[in-house]
T-cell receptor, first 109, second 117 residues
Framework: KQEVTQIPAALSVPEGENLVLNCSFT??????LQWFRQDPGKGLTSLLL?????REQTSGRLNASLDKSSGRSTLYIAASQPGDSATYLC????????FGTGTRLQVFP | GAVVSQHPSWVICKSGTSVKIECRSL??????MFWYRQFPKQSLMLMAT?????????EQGVEKDKFLINHASLTLSTLTVTSAHPEDSSFYIC?????????????FGEGSRLTVL
């Protein structure tokens, strides 16, 4: 059974900082891995999708890496902004997505 | 991007009634849809996998007679919470996987908040 852990559970930083969010998973037999953000009381917005054959994906200030063999993925957020405040979820995918515990990020002005 | 719509976005009902939540993929076909449940300040818990034209596959611990799932077309899946009770109050989110695409990317609805009085 896939188990997903995200560290840190919560993060509060001043704007402008570069951030690192970590995700680890126990079953490395995955097709892909997705990172999402969730705003309070809302659904999920897909940020990045990394296929199992890829090492990383970039979108704007976001960069996600994947080390499938060690069961790890990292989301880098460059030059953080208050609008980045949300919960970030990683989800390694097999025939279904199992979600991590999430990292609650607060970026203050 | 692909759009998934959920309706209603929130619903309040009396204990003992049934509530239906719809999940629609607006601009793509989805052979597979997933239903999740989320309690406050917790992550998403997969309830079931909904496959078009066949019975849903439920996760361990999820009562299939309590949470009825129907995936009648390639763009619509419904979740019916039968004889709802206060402990069923939660945030329900669906996701859809685009048919024919091998990337496996999932797109999520905005969620439906159910409050049972």
């Amino acid at each position: 059974k896939q188990e997903v852990t995200q560290i840190p559970a919560a993060l509060s930083v001043p704007e402008g900082e570069n951030l690192v969010l970590n995700c680890s998973f126990t079953d490395s037999a995955i097709y892909n891995l997705q990172w999402f953000r969730q705003d309070p009381g809302k659904g999920l917005t897909s940020l990045l999708l990394i296929q199992s054959s890829q090492r990383e994906q970039t979108s704007g200030r976001l960069n996600a890496s994947l080390d499938k063999s060690s069961g790890r993925s990292t989301l880098y957020i460059a030059a953080s902004q208050p609008g980045d405040s949300a919960t970030y979820l990683c989800a390694p995918g097999t025939d279904k997505l199992i979600f991590g515990t999430g990292t609650r990020l607060q970026v203050f002005p | 991007g692909a759009v998934v719509s959920q309706h209603p976005s929130w619903v309040i009902c009396k204990s003992g009634t049934s509530v239906k939540i719809e999940c629609r993929s607006l601009d793509f076909q989805a052979t597979t849809m997933f239903w999740y449940r989320q309690f406050p300040k917790q992550s998403l818990m997969l309830m079931a996998t909904s496959n078009e034209g066949s019975k849903a596959t439920y996760e361990q611990g999820v009562e299939k007679d309590k949470f009825l799932i129907n995936h009648a077309s390639l763009t619509l899946s419904t979740l019916t919470v039968t004889s709802a009770h206060p402990e069923d109050s939660s945030f329900y989110i669906c996701s859809a996987q685009r048919t024919g695409r091998d990337t496996g990317e999932l797109f999520f609805g905005e969620g439906s908040r159910l409050t049972v009085l």
